[in-house]
Antibody
Framework: QLQLQESGPGLVKPSETLSLTCTVS??????????WGWIRQPPGKGLEWIGS???????YYNPSLKSRVTISVDTSKNQFSLKLSSVTAADTAVYYC??????????WGRGTLVTVSS | DIQMTQSPSTLSASVGDRVTITCRAS??????LAWYQQKPGKAPKLLIY???SLESGVPSRFSGSGSGTEFTLTISSLQPDDFATYYC?????????FGQGTKVEIK
């Protein structure tokens, strides 16, 4: 059964770069049927799509975050990663990685809380 | 960018009630709409995709309808496990905007 697990620092300083990795287990990230995405949720607020990637490396970003976001994939490790630069307190959120069939998210990781604070 | 607006933001209902949540898109998205359920401290769970297709394992009391710009999620008979927050998501044109959410509370 395919599972996704987010990993990375839980605390990031303002102006620095947030880096997270999603490890896919129980299946291949190179499946031609799926995209892989990042979604975040600030405490007490709604969901925000950050961006998505195909195993070939094609990326798609939320226009409101595009200037600060990089998503990459490492098929040899069955992982994909998120980098968000120049973070502020507004980037404090639970970050989820998820599998996307077409573009809806059918399988999610448990999420990881990232706090931006000095 | 496509904006998604859900209504109401909060809904108070009793077990056994029929519940309807509306999601409107700022431009037409055909049937490229999904619905999710989220409980506190948990990841969202896919309920409906392509506006009206029920995800495997989701109870049949959940149903979705609509196309174009207006969509609804209906719970035919609310169960105790259904008290949660529900989100719509459009997935037209390589993007994935979510609605702001509808919290279904116990009346």
């Amino acid at each position: 059964q395919l599972q996704l697990q987010e990993s990375g620092p839980g605390l990031v300083k303002p102006s620095e770069t947030l880096s997270l990795t999603c490890t896919v287990s129980g299946g291949s990230i190179s499946s031609s049927s799926y995209y892989w995405g990042w979604i975040r949720q600030p405490p007490g607020k709604g969901l925000e799509w950050i961006g998505s990637i195909y195993y070939s490396g094609s990326t798609y970003y939320n226009p409101s975050l595009k200037s600060r976001v990089t998503i990459s994939v490492d098929t040899s490790k069955n992982q994909f990663s998120l980098k968000l630069s120049s973070v502020t307190a507004a980037d404090t959120a639970v970050y989820y990685c998820a599998r996307a069939f077409i573009w809806y998210f059918d399988l999610w990781g448990r999420g990881t809380l990232v706090t931006v604070s000095s | 960018d496509i904006q998604m607006t859900q209504s109401p933001s909060t809904l108070s209902a009793s077990v056994g009630d029929r519940v309807t949540i509306t999601c409107r898109a700022s431009q037409t998205i055909s049937s490229w709409l999904a619905w999710y359920q989220q409980k506190p401290g948990k990841a969202p769970k896919l309920l409906i995709y392509k506006a009206s297709s029920l995800e495997s394992g989701v109870p049949s009391r959940f149903s979705g309808s609509g196309s174009g710009t207006e969509f609804t999620l209906t719970i035919s008979s609310l169960q105790p496990d259904d008290f949660a927050t529900y989100y719509c998501q459009q997935y037209n044109t390589y993007s994935g905007t979510f609605g702001q959410g509808t919290k279904v509370e116990i009346k």
